[in-house]
């Protein structure tokens, strides 16, 4: 059996083992109106922070289906600037959550009867990580466009070796987030699966580099992410995972839009896809779980073509 027909059986496997833990159906509406190709999700959960400046709330929320699981994150928040004045942390809210292109709102929120009966935590005047004592995260919106040029970054990959953006020019490249301590089937390891089968669709093609970046830098040191990245059959040459220090690793997930935070022993994430031009422009990306390897290697073939 030869190395494709190999790796394509191994991410088979890791797809369908992964598969078995969806439950969540689908649930998506086009959106209309001020948001045209957007999509919207109903989402609800409690308040525990609120920034009226900024217009943002952060929510403790429930699985979204079709599209994240339950964490706590900062949303902005449109056409609600009443009903964001008058709640208070602790209340517990659903909302429509809107996403279109690189951006995600909440709009139509509504108070639900009673509070949480979660002790409140303090109210955050930005990312909810600001809980964590220490801890450096992302910052909230700053996201580069479809279009726009993806700022330089240098990390580590597993083998030790310094791996800057800037020199894959010239190529098509598909970045990601996780961490190997994730337990939740439908987050990392899913994205990790989703990805084998992209390093064996893109060995049969030819071209393309991948990039895994931890959003969990102080503990998945080179020697981790080796191990991790064995265990998937990734070939280093194509597919190289990458940690860096902490303030370092943040600014690159700040620049895909990407937020996490540590929180009991777990690090609260959420999950994109994106793909590098071979001129270091963002050419597409994909937040939550509503991607495929197919749908990457199209765009990354539409990216290299130009």
């Not at 659903?94 to 109210?123: C, D, F, H, K, Q």
């Not at 959003?215 to 990734?234: I, M």
Request: aromatic share 6%; hydrophobic share 40%.
């Amino acid at each position: 059996m030869n190395l494709l027909a190999v790796s394509m059986r191994r991410a088979t496997l890791l797809l369908a083992l992964s598969a078995l833990a969806v439950a969540a159906c689908r649930r998506e509406t086009e959106s209309e109106g001020d948001a045209p190709g957007a999509t919207r999700y109903p989402i609800s959960g409690v308040v525990r922070g609120i920034d009226a400046g900024k217009a943002e709330v952060s929510l403790e929320h429930g699985p979204v289906p079709g599209f994240m699981e339950a964490m706590t994150m900062v949303f902005p928040v449109r056409g609600d600037a009443a009903v964001l004045g008058a709640l208070s942390v602790g209340d517990r809210i659903s909302a429509t959550l809107v996403v279109e292109s690189e951006r995600y709102w909440l709009e139509a929120i509504s108070a639900e009867a009673g509070r949480s009966s979660v002790n409140p935590r303090p109210a955050a005047s930005g990312s909810p990580a600001s809980r964590t004592p220490g801890a450096v995260t992302p910052v909230p919106n700053r996201g580069v466009a479809v279009g726009d040029p993806v700022p330089d970054f240098a990390l580590t990959d597993q083998s030790g070796q310094t791996v800057r953006l800037s020199r894959l020019r010239g190529r098509p490249v598909a970045v990601t987030f996780l961490y190997t301590r994730c337990p939740i089937a439908t987050a990392c390891p899913m994205t990790s699966a989703k990805f084998s089968k992209l390093q064996a669709l893109l060995a049969g093609k030819g071209f393309g580099q991948m990039l895994t970046v931890t959003v969990d830098p102080e503990h998945d040191t080179p020697a981790v992410l080796a191990r991790y990245a064995k265990n998937l059959g990734a070939d280093p040459k194509r597919w190289k995972f990458l940690t860096g220090e902490p303030g370092a690793v943040a600014n690159v997930a700040s620049s895909f839009g990407v937020l996490y935070y540590p929180e009991r022993g777990q690090i609260i994430h959420s999950q994109a896809v994106a793909v590098v031009d071979p001129e270091g422009k963002l050419s597409s990306i994909y937040y939550g779980e509503t991607w495929e390897a197919e749908h990457v290697l199209r765009d990354m073939e539409k990216a290299r073509k130009g």
